[in-house]
């Protein structure tokens, strides 16, 4: 399948980090039509950190409720769009996580190390 869209989700504003690890810039140069949502509302509400300018050509969506998350997951169901979802899968995103699977959406599950603090029982 090809598509034509990334949407990258995560529950907080877009900040520099999230333009470097996912080399924004260089998909908006490439052709790719890429959104980034930010979640929060709905997942961990007011969290946010140091906010940095959205590059040229980046489409920045807060939602602010689940209807609005909705209607957008629909105007996105073409299959042509990929949602790369950068969060844990837990309580904060189940929702996001469910709406998703609900309609369909084609999901990245990406997360940044994540590895459980049992190493020190073996010390």
């Known amino acids: 399948m090809l598509y034509n869209k990334l949407v990258i989700m995560q529950w907080q504003n877009f900040d520099k980090r999230n333009s470097d690890l996912f080399a924004i810039p260089e998909l908006i140069k490439r052709g790719i039509e890429v959104e980034y949502w930010d979640v929060s509302a709905i997942s961990i509400p007011g969290y946010q950190v140091h906010p940095y300018p959205s590059p040229d050509g980046l489409v ?4 602010d ?25 837990c309580n904060h995103s189940f929702l996001c996580y469910y709406l998703l699977s609900k309609y ?20």
Not at 60 to 63: G, L
Not at 76 to 85: A, E, F, H
């Open 104 to 123: 369909k959406c084609t999901i990245i599950y990406c997360v940044n190390g994540c590895i459980p603090d049992v190493a020190s029982e073996y010390h």
């Open 60 to 63: 920045v969506r807060k939602v």
């Open 65 to 89: 409720n689940k209807i609005q998350f909705v209607e957008l997951l629909k105007s996105n169901n073409n299959g042509k769009t990929v949602y790369l979802v950068h969060m844990t899968y």
